[in-house]
């Protein structure tokens, strides 16, 4: 079936791929049913990638991609008719025209793309344990801190946060008698207590651990401006979805950073998104490359809240493609929820090998023609095994084809042409510059040093000149000021903004309420005690 050119290759309904005997096509109405690319290195999946991306960003979706290697980041640039590519395209009845995808970029590290950063409250108790690689004993302790902070109203922002609380949860033997009553920690140590038994010696190996990945780059990842995931989810002038580049060739060298991390943003999704049903077209398309590194070592507790949250997530209108080199790699539970697969060749040259290439031919549906388990080891480089959803959901009969030509560039860009993107971007100047706000570490020192608010919500420095007379007036507004018994949500949230107001409207108060007010503190406070599959908040 001949095509005319790149422009229409593509319609509104299905992104072509490849062509064999048959002309192959990804319907976009079963996108969101989640997809699998497997092939051994150096076969071709980063391009059959970059062609799915293509095709999505034609259709107006969204498309977030971890880059680990930087050969994907050439598709913000125009591509180049090369021999092979034109070749290519003629055999396919293409016309090649080259193009280009508006493009952001994010990094961890700040370094090649915009910062991306979480809060530790968001992130929950379950996938920092997993980043940590604590043991049950250890995952408890972190649960006690995390639900005292909780109900502590103790905004867990950065790294230095999650430390002064585990401190301040340790039983103090110091004191004893009435002297423990003088601690002024000692209600939060008390509620640790409560919940079971905290011991110093599991609080120091949490702390320990906590060193580790602050050497990994923990530092930089947990903090403020919080990522918003709406960023994401944006299109361009011409209505083209938005290619968003995580750049993870150092983030790799963390691999447990790396593969919570992407756990986080799945998650986050899973519980921000309210319920599409069927769409005509997803919302958006994750795609996880290295995604062997997502299920390593993983307890069953994570694994079964993994399967959920992926069963579940493509009625939210988000589909999840997994890129890894052998099918073996994703656990049986995932791989049955994975309706598209792109199989890429492997080489059969250990038991191992041979028991992926088996089980990679036994996913497919059986082709009359084609001996799958044969072919798979002869395959070449661009070439594939295709089998989509077509009508109904059911898979199609697994097809050998040459991938299409991706229209943008393959292979990286120069740190220039980077720049020119990064100095365009929407989101330039929001992530940039870290915000320090108020959180647990400040109020649990002020508690220490005597100056903290009292426990009956009164703030005993309304004084202040100007400062003081606006956190008066925000304080008497929203009933924060007024002495009373247990504040309500909101008056916590208020109290929170009254400070920033008060304490940093010179040198970024303009941020910091705007961050108290819609960002991470405000929102952690008095949400925190509903979380998610995966420990994270939910936004209600």
């Given amino acids: 079936m001949a095509t005319p050119d790149n422009k229409t290759a593509d319609t509104d309904e299905k992104i072509f791929i490849g062509k064999g005997d048959e002309t192959v096509w990804l319907t976009l109405a079963l996108a969101n049913r989640h997809g699998l690319v497997t092939g051994a290195t150096g076969t071709g999946k980063t391009v059959s990638l970059q062609v799915m991306a293509e095709g999505f960003a034609r259709a107006g979706v969204s498309v977030f991609a971890a880059d680990i290697k930087g050969d994907l980041s050439g598709i913000s640039e125009v591509g180049e008719a090369k021999d092979f590519i034109v070749k290519r395209a003629g055999e396919m009845g293409l016309t090649f025209q080259p193009d280009q995808f508006s493009t952001v970029f994010w990094d961890v590290f700040g370094e090649q793309g915009h910062p991306v950063r979480a809060t530790v409250t968001e992130m929950g108790p379950l996938l920092l344990s997993r980043m940590l690689d604590l043991n049950d004993v250890q995952e408890g302790v972190l649960n006690v801190a995390f639900r005292v902070a909780d109900e502590n109203g103790l905004a867990l922002i950065d790294m230095k946060d999650i430390r002064a609380l585990l401190d301040a949860i340790v039983p103090d033997t110091t004191k004893k008698g009435a002297d423990a009553d003088e601690d002024p920690l000692a209600p939060i140590r008390q509620a640790a207590q409560g919940y ?205 084809v040459m991938v299409r030509p991706p229209s943008a560039r393959i292979g990286p860009i120069t740190p220039e ?9 929407p989101v330039k100047g929001k992530y940039d510059t870290a915000i320090d706000a108020e959180s647990a570490y400040e109020i649990l020192q002020k508690r220490v040093a005597g100056t903290a608010a009292p426990a009956d919500g009164s703030d005993g420095d309304s004084g202040g000149g100007i400062l003081g007379q606006i956190g008066s007036i925000v304080g008497t507004i929203f009933g924060t000021n007024v002495s009373r018994g247990r504040m309500s949500t909101g008056q916590i949230i208020a109290r929170s903004v009254t400070r920033s107001v008060t304490n940093k409207v010179v040198g970024g108060a303009v941020a910091d309420l705007g961050k108290s007010m819609g960002g991470s503190i405000g929102g952690s406070v008095g949400r925190a005690l509903v979380r998610g599959a995966l420990g994270g908040l939910l936004r209600r």
């Fill in 196 to 400: 079971g038994n905290v011991t110093r010696a599991t609080v120091g190996t949490i702390q320990r651990q906590l060193l580790v990945l602050e050497n990994q780059g923990g530092t930089k990842f947990f903090g403020e401006p919080a990522l918003s995931l709406k960023d994401f989810m944006k299109t361009d002038r011409d209505g083209r979805g938005m290619v968003n580049i995580l750049v993870a060739d150092k983030l790799m060298q963390s691999p447990r950073l790396y593969a919570t991390f992407l756990l986080w943003m799945l998650s986050e999704l899973f519980e921000e998104l309210p319920e599409a049903g069927d769409l005509p077209k997803p919302k958006m398309v994750f795609f996880f490359d290295e995604a062997h590194l997502l299920f390593n070592d993983a307890p069953k507790a994570l694994m079964d809240k993994i399967e959920q949250v992926v069963r579940l997530i493509r009625s939210k209108g988000v589909g999840v493609y997994f890129v890894t080199q052998n099918p073996i790699d994703v656990p049986d539970k995932v791989l049955a929820q994975l309706g598209n697969r792109v199989q890429h060749a492997l080489r059969a040259f250990t038991p191992r090998d041979q028991k992926a290439v088996t089980a990679a031919a036994q996913t497919f549906r059986p082709n009359p023609k084609l001996d799958t388990a044969r072919v798979i080891m002869e395959l070449g480089k661009g070439e594939a095994l295709v089998s989509f959803l077509e009508g109904g959901g059911t898979p199609a009969m697994v097809e050998r």
């Fill in 417 to 425: 042409e980077r720049k020119v993107i990064m100095d365009n971007s």
